[in-house]
């Protein structure tokens, strides 16, 4: 049943992306990207709700017993609803390229909607014996003037004045883990600056090709779209968002 509805899904896609598409501008990703940001994207949503609450029912919280500290009209706690995706957020530690904590704690916020295709995706992997490690979300906008002022350099980090798809909750930075969590080789760490993180770069092992194949092929499926300077970086372009300021709350 699955099977064949996941299969409805890509009919739907190639119908979709034959009558309904429209270009959208790719706004502001974090400079390494800026090539990407000169590409025009395709945009559609290849999913429709029904079609998606069908095919990967999301796990049911009970707000009485869980209640939220946080706007859930806004923003889903991917960790939370999820617990099975590993969270691995490098601004909560002081392993990133900027070798300090900036997160005061790991929490995986993504707008509801991204959110949701994200634990689709978790699923979706879980059957071919995968799943989803998480290194960056959404990043608040004072972060983001954090790390300006540390790095007041646009092909690192991206102006907050414009921000980026991490700033409006609609950008993830993730890879694949096999089902005990070890992470797949990539080929690079993540938040590698060089040519051996593009896509385009093709002088790795047919392991490292693979995987990095997978996890594109399965993030597009569902409405996410690559950039082509940094194989870990996906933003889902069906639906804009606003930057936002939100900082969540830590216990
Ligand atoms: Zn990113």
Known sequence: MRYYLLLSVFVLSIWTCAN????VENKGESSKDVVAQEEVVEVQ??????????????????PITLPFDYDTTQWTDVGLIEPTIVMDLKYATEDNFVETKMYDCARCFLRPLVAERIIDIHYHLRE??????????????????????KVPDPRYVADPRKGSMHNRGGAVDLTLVDSEGNELDMGTPFDFFGRRAYHEY?????????????????MEAFGFKAIRTEWWHYSYVAKSYALDDMVWECE
């Open 202 to 218: 093709q002088d790795h092992t047919k392991e490292v090709l693979s995987n990095r194949k997978l996890l594109k092929e399965t």
């Open 45 to 62: 949503d290849t999913f429709t709700p029904d079609a998606v609450s069908d095919y990967n029912a999301t796990p049911v919280v009970d």
């Open 128 to 149: 071919k014996g995968y799943g989803l490690k998480m290194f960056d979300c959404y990043r608040p906008g004072p972060i983001q003037w954090a790390l300006w002022e």
């Open 20 to 23: 309904d598409s429209k270009p």
